[in-house]
Each structure stands twice: as C-alpha cells, then as structure tokens.
C-alpha cells in the first residue's frame, strides 16, 4: 500500500505537474529543456567543424542525457502499476513497455545502447544518430501544439484520406498524360510516370523549384491547365490540418477566456 | 421473366455492393483491385529496365486483366436489359453501349484489341498503351471520391466558367503587356504573345519554375504589379474547385454521423 | 421627334439585346466575335512566321474590323443624342466623346488611323499595335466578368489601398533590410534597393523564379523569417479581389435562382 | 499655468490633427511628406550612380530633415510634461525619452549625430545609414496600416505563438530527414540540418527558389510527403496575421458606415 502511494507520488512529479505542485513544476523544465538542448544539439552537430571541434562537450552531453533519460524511463517502468491500466506487475509492466508513449521513450535511449551490445558498421550508427532526433517526441507529455497534432490527425482522419485520394488520382493522371507528351523531347528529366510525379508535386504545390518544366508547346499548354484547376486538388490535405489546427487553437482560447471570466 | 431474375442478380453481384451481401462484395474488392495493380502496371513498366526484365509477368498480368474486363464487358451487355432504361434487347443495349458507363469499359479494353486487328505504327501504339490508364475511371462505380469530381463540376460549371474567363483576360492583358516590354531584349524567352503566357501561368500561379521572367527593370515592376493583385483572380478556378470538394466532404460527414445517430 | 425614334432604334440594336429582341441578339453576337477574333488575331501575329506568311489575310482583317468599328462608333456618336445625358446636339455629343465607353471605343480605331495622318517611327507604330489590344475592352458592354471587375474595383476601393500600404511597407522594410545585408556578396543580383524589391516580390507572392536569393546565413535566416511572416500580407490585396469577385458571383446565382423560382 | 497651455496647443498641433484643426492638419502633412521623401531618398541612393551624381541634393537633404526632427524631438521633449504621465519635469522627462514613441523619434536623428562625436569605421557608418529607415516608423503617428499592424499582433499573439512552434517542429523534422538522406549525395547543398532548413523554408512555404532541391527517390518522395501536408502548417502564422489584418479593415469599415448613417 506505502509502495503504492510513493509509485504516485513519483509519477505526479514526472508527469505534467499541475498547479502548485513546485517540484514537480521544476522536473518538468529541466526535463523539457533537456529535451530541447538535445535537439539542438543533434541540429548543430551537423554543422562541420562543430563537432570536431567540440566533441568532448557534444559527448559528455550525449552520456548525461542517456543517463537522465534511462533513470526516467525505468522509473516510469517501476511506477507504472500505480495505475489501473497497468497494474498488474508483470503483465502490466509489459503492456506498458508497448505503449506509445513508452516507446517513444525507449527509442529516445536505446540507440545509444545498441551499438554497445552489437557489431554495426557505420551507415547503421549513423541512422542511429538520427534516431536521437526522436527524442523530440518526448516533449509531446508537456506540449500543447504535440497534443493538437495528435487530436487533428485523429479527427480529420477521413477527409485526409479522402482528399489524399483525390491527390493521389490527379497526381497519376496528370503525371502520365506529361510522361507521354514531354518524353520524347526530354528523356532525361522525364524518365517514367514516378520520375514524372516529381515534376506533378513541384507544380501542383506552386513550389516549382524550376528543376524540370515543360518545354514542348503542348506539354505547356497542358500543365497550364492542369496548374489552374488542380492547384486547389492539392491544397486540399494542407487545408484540412491547417483548419483542423486553427479551430483547436481558437476552441483552447476560448476555454481560456470562459475560465478566466469564471474567475 | 426468370431470364430477367438472372440478369438482376448478375447486375447486384458485380455492381457496388449492398449492405449484406457477401459475394457481390468480394467482386467488387476483386475488381477494384485489378484496377489499381493496372494502374500501378502502367506507371511501373515506364521505368526504365523493369518493362524489359519483367516483361513476360507484365504481358501475363495486362492478358489476365482484358480478359476480365471483357467478360465484365459482356456480361454488362447482356444484363443491361434489366433496367428499364435499356429494356429493349437491341435499341436498349446499343443505347447502353453509348452511355458514358459502358464507354469508360469500352476504353479500358479496345485498346488492347485494336492492334490485333488494324495495321498500327508505334506512336498509336504507344498512344494506346496511355489509354490503358483509362481503366482507372473503372473506379467511378465504387470510389467516392470519383464520385464527388462529376458533382463538383457539374455544380459549379457557372462558377467555374466565369472564373476561367477571367483567368484568360488577365493572361492575354498580362502577357501581351510583357511580350511588348520584354520581346526586344529577351527574345528567345517572350518570342510571341502565346509563349510568354507560358510566363504568366507559371507566375500568376505562383509555380515559378524560373525558366522565364522578367529581366527589364519596367517587365519587373510590371510583373509585381500583376502578381501582386492578379494573384487572387487565378487562385479563384482552383478555390471554387476545392471549395466544391470540401462542401461535399463535409455533407457526407454529417450524412454519416446522422445515420450514426439513428442507429 | 422621329429622328429620336430611330436613334432610340439604333441604339437598342447596337447595344445588348433585351430578351426577344432578335436582330440585336445577331448584331451583338457578330461584334463579340469580330472583337474575340480581332483578340486572337493580335496574339497570333506575334508568333514568328505566321504574321509574314499570312500578312493579306491578317491586313484585310484588320480593314474590315477597323471599318466596322469605325461604323459602330460613328452610329453610337451620332445617337447619343437620344439619351437625355447627352442631348445636346453638340454639347452633348462632346461630352459623350469623352466617356468612358466612348474612349475605349475611339482607343480601338484610333491607333489604325493616327498613322495615316502623321509621320511616325518604327518604335511608335509598335506601340500603337499593341493597343489594338484594348478592343478586349469593348467586350465590356456584353460580358458579365468585365462589368464584375469594376464593380468589384470599386466597392473594395478602400480595402485595396490599407491592403496595398502595408505591401508597401512590407516590401521597403524586407528589400532594405536583405539588400544592406545581401549587397556586399552578391553586387550584381542586389544592387540597390530598387532592385532588391525584386526579389521581395518573387519571395513574399511565393513565385521564386529563382534568378535572385540570399546566399549568406544571416541573409537565408531574414528571408525565412520575412517569408514565414509576410506571405499572409502580401496575400491581402489579391485576396480581396479574389473574395470581392465570388461574392458577386454567388450573388448573381441567388438573383437567378430567385428569378426562376417566381417564374 | 501659461506655460502649460502653451505645452498642450504645441502638443496638438504637432500630433495627428483632430477635425478642424487646420495649422495641425498641414503641419502633419507636411511632417508625413517629409518621412515619405526620406524614405525615397534612402532608397533610390542605394541606386549606383544616382548618389554619386546628386549627392550633394541627397546632403542638402538629409541636413534639412535631421534639423526638423530634432527641433521636433526637443520640442515633444519640453511639452511632454503637459501629459499627466510625464508630469514631472526631470523624471517625467526621463520616462518620456525611454517610451517607445521617444525612441523612434531618437532613432531617427542619432545616426546623424553619432559619427560627429564618435571614430567610427566605414562599417558602422553604412549600418547607421540604414537606421535612417527606421524613420518610416514614424509614420506610425499618423498611418492606420502601422496601428493596425500593432494592434494584430498583440491581439494574435498566442496564436502566433502556437503556430510558430508548430512551424519549427516541422521544419526540424523535416529538415533533419531530408539532411540524412541527401547529404551524401548532394554535401555541397545539404551541409547541415540548419543549411537543410532553408530547403525546408524554401518548399513549405512554396516559394521554391530552386537553389536546392531533392535528388534521391528517396528525397524526392519524402519531399513531396512532407510538401503535401505540411504547406498547410507553414501557411498558418501568415494566415493568422492576414486573417487579423482583414478583420481590423472590416471593422473600420463598419464604424465608418455607421457613423455615416449617425450623420
């Protein structure tokens, strides 16, 4: 029973604190800027001469955090059975292992033990380096805009499949039609259909990056046409998540200003 | 009269399926997805070396698939009496033969037939090989999506038709204007007024692929000024587009969440 | 009193047809062409080639449009008498002379006649082509787009230019601010301020043709910042004429399916 | 008590002119055309040739505009003590000098003044010629469009916040993929995730410089994946700003309508 009041007591100090709970407040910061320092790090680590130049820190840095990040990860493994969902201490502690949010958490630490247990060449550790990056996802316990994400994916699920679909049609219509006229004349940039859809994605996005283009007169005719009605086709999916997180922001301000009146 | 039964069970089974019923439904997930590995046939074989190595399953799979399609094909033909729109067994099936449904069949088969019959060269040949990708409007009888495209338009054809009237004087305006300023000192970019509206799709769509702009310093304020204000006008066909998507979208969800409701 | 009847005849023929009215359905039926096709002409005249190839057609186009037009501004100058704005038999024909209407109809003939009259270089000429042109603009008497556009223009006067301020501002501040940073490195694509305001443009309207970009980090950090932050501005003017034209698209929609409803 | 009226007539008319208030309305006009000429001047000397030719105008110039704006900066300096919250002659002074309002106004004429009492190198000199722009800001006395853009932010600030944060995830994550995979084959363009991030900033905002672009397929698919849904994201802070902007210009038309029909 005592061992169960300490498992909540530590997991209200690791998780979000709520308000008044100062402890638990500060572990929130330091974890999160211990997060956003790693970010930076793996950022600016690739900047050349950086890393050479100051790989003892960069290192030193990389040991503290792996050290911080496996005491929080197996003391959330231990606490976890103050919760129903996991309580059983065996079972549980294994189908907490496979949570999401545990597994983000593990794959914020496991590739730095990796190499130590196994035999990899370097392309390998070098994915695994990048595998560091995900340490981001962590802060998706205290972040709102992480948590907005979540929600918005999950609630426009449909109309992002959907309008995905209607991408995905336009995409292979257009990209064939424009395999077959500007083929012949530019084999090189116009090497298949799939070759073709890149030249379909920079133009229908309006990025055009200007690395492939029609240049026959009926190749340009047709991506004219093509540009001024399928445009609106692919803004669709961008549209969809960009409102789905504007109503979330103006729904949070809104419970804001309603709490605030309240007090 | 029992006759008739036969040709009404046929059209259930390889029509969408309703609700319940299992082997009209398998049917569908077969022909839905012999369609997208066709698709997905027409755009793989393009790149280069994987038509010449896997030939052989390439020809195999396009023989299996015309021979479905033309069975579909007859057993359409045959069936379509059925309806009371193509009731009578030779008027009715020639009226049938030309409705835009059993077109669509057509296309997705004729072009395999043809050669077989006529003496072709190799651009009508290649020609009808890109009419294989027609097969993917097949898919209008069961994905919603295609559905959605023939309301849209048909919705707003008015719109659409303005819109693009519009479109088409702010390009003549905008790019005989540049043709006239820029023609002198670039002209084997702005070569004629047709060409340089090349300039103006790419710029008023904001693609900008950079393979032709403005070089002169009035061709430059020129351009800002039409980007600046003409902008908006070109986004309008491709917004009342999306716009048409997005309206039908969100009828369909609500259509759902009532039924949901209901039961 | 009858020479008022038959100007009142005239002008009801030549301007667009009343319902019923038959012949000056037909009348404004073959101006709208010969204007379209006037349109066209100009364009095409400009592709290498065809001009020189078909110059006698081409010439004797231009004749019999410029004789028709001639015709037409004539019979509209002689019986504008008729209407009550004008009716000075000399005042008031002056004063229809200067109306808008009557500009853009004198502006199609005029630059066919000017050189007949007084002694010109290659370059003027030139010029004067291109104002065939604005025949374009004497659609507007038929076309409901032409008469939107004013509409439009004018009911979001004000909105336009707060909007076009602030593009403004925007634009002098970025080009400032990326030309003293810009300039050192790359004198030629930064020159001066002016010539900064160019890539402005291209950047904040996200056509990026790609001739100009910053090359310094400090240059790269400003534009993604300025770019991040000032594509909404510079979206507003465009914007509005965009929302300005679909709102009196949807309301001539509501006004026609309003007039059908009571018929 | 005299000295005190004198402070408050100099402070309206040296202020945006209430109605009526003639002697206060051309002094205005006269101080806003003289910030416009400044503004020019800064920046058609940056046009090679141009100040080299004139300078001694563009000297002339800049000498005149220093003296105004300081005899107006002392003399807002003297009279701020009529406003109750600068009351105190010395530290009400002192507050006044350290407001905001002051500080542009100081900002404005230190450039000047600085390299008279200071060495300065050539360096300094040309940054503190470009301070010479802040003087625009002036214009913020007087201008609707620089209150606006004030008001805007502070009112959006929050969901400026949110979608800022929503913009760095992004172009983090985005950016260190993209950097992983296309560095070996492209070192020069994909240097380092920070380099990777103007890729980043260039393609979700779809400005689409072209100065770096994907190779790999594999990059190529990320790329469009990531173009595809995440246009929308970087769309947001610009669209919040635009959306704040439009709703102030609504608003001031309203008022303005209603206060016509009061009249």
Redesign the interface.
């Given at each position: 029973m005592r061992d169960k009041r300490y498992k909540e007591a530590l997991l209200s100090t690791i998780n979000k604190a709520e308000e008044g709970n100062r402890i638990s407040r500060w572990f929130d910061v330091f974890i999160m800027t211990l997060i956003v320092l790693n970010?930076v790090a793996?950022?600016?680590e690739?900047?050349?001469g950086i890393y050479l130049k100051y790989q003892f820190y960069f290192d030193v840095f990389e040991y503290f955090s792996v050290i911080i990040f496996t005491i929080e990860y197996f003391m959330r493994l231990w606490a976890c059975t103050a919760k129903e969902k996991y309580a059983h201490p065996v079972w549980g502690r294994i189908r907490y292992i496979f949570s999401i949010e545990a597994l983000i958490d593990l794959m914020a630490i496991l590739p730095f033990y990796l190499p130590l247990f196994f035999d990899m060449d370097m392309r390998v550790i070098?994915?695994l380096r990048?595998f560091r990056?995900l340490r981001?996802f962590k802060l998706g316990r205290y972040?709102?805009?992480?948590i907005?994400?979540v929600k918005v994916i999950e609630r426009r699920k449909?109309?992002l499949m959907?309008?995905?679909?209607?991408?995905l049609?336009l995409m292979?219509?257009s990209s064939?039609?424009m395999?077959?006229i500007e083929?012949e004349v530019q084999p090189e940039a116009f090497?298949?259909?799939?070759?073709t859809?890149?030249w379909s994605?920079?133009?229908l996005?309006?990025?055009?990056?200007?690395?492939v283009?029609p240049v026959t007169p009926l190749g340009?005719v047709l991506?004219?046409f093509i540009?001024?009605?399928?445009?609106?086709?692919?803004?669709?999916?961008?549209?969809?998540?960009?409102?789905g997180?504007?109503s979330e922001?103006s729904k949070r301000?809104k419970n804001r200003s309603k709490n605030k009146r309240k007090e």
């Amino acid at each position: 029973m005592r061992d169960k009041r300490y498992k909540e007591a530590l997991l209200s100090t690791i998780n979000k604190a709520e308000e008044g709970n100062r402890i638990s407040r500060w572990f929130d910061v330091f974890i999160m800027t211990l997060i956003v320092l790693n970010v930076v790090a793996v950022i600016i680590e690739t900047v050349e001469g950086i890393y050479l130049k100051y790989q003892f820190y960069f290192d030193v840095f990389e040991y503290f955090s792996v050290i911080i990040f496996t005491i929080e990860y197996f003391m959330r493994l231990w606490a976890c059975t103050a919760k129903e969902k996991y309580a059983h201490p065996v079972w549980g502690r294994i189908r907490y292992i496979f949570s999401i949010e545990a597994l983000i958490d593990l794959m914020a630490i496991l590739p730095f033990y990796l190499p130590l247990f196994f035999d990899m060449d370097m392309r390998v550790i070098r994915l695994l380096r990048l595998f560091r990056l995900l340490r981001i996802f962590k802060l998706g316990r205290y972040s709102i805009a992480f948590i907005m994400i979540v929600k918005v994916i999950e609630r426009r699920k449909e109309e992002l499949m959907i309008t995905l679909t209607l991408v995905l049609v336009l995409m292979i219509l257009s990209s064939s039609l424009m395999y077959y006229i500007e083929h012949e004349v530019q084999p090189e940039a116009f090497t298949s259909i799939p070759a073709t859809m890149w030249w379909s994605v920079a133009t229908l996005t309006t990025v055009g990056y200007g690395d492939v283009y029609p240049v026959t007169p009926l190749g340009k005719v047709l991506a004219a046409f093509i540009a001024i009605l399928g445009i609106g086709i692919f803004a669709l999916p961008a549209g969809i998540l960009a409102a789905g997180f504007e109503s979330e922001i103006s729904k949070r301000e809104k419970n804001r200003s309603k709490n605030k009146r309240k007090e």
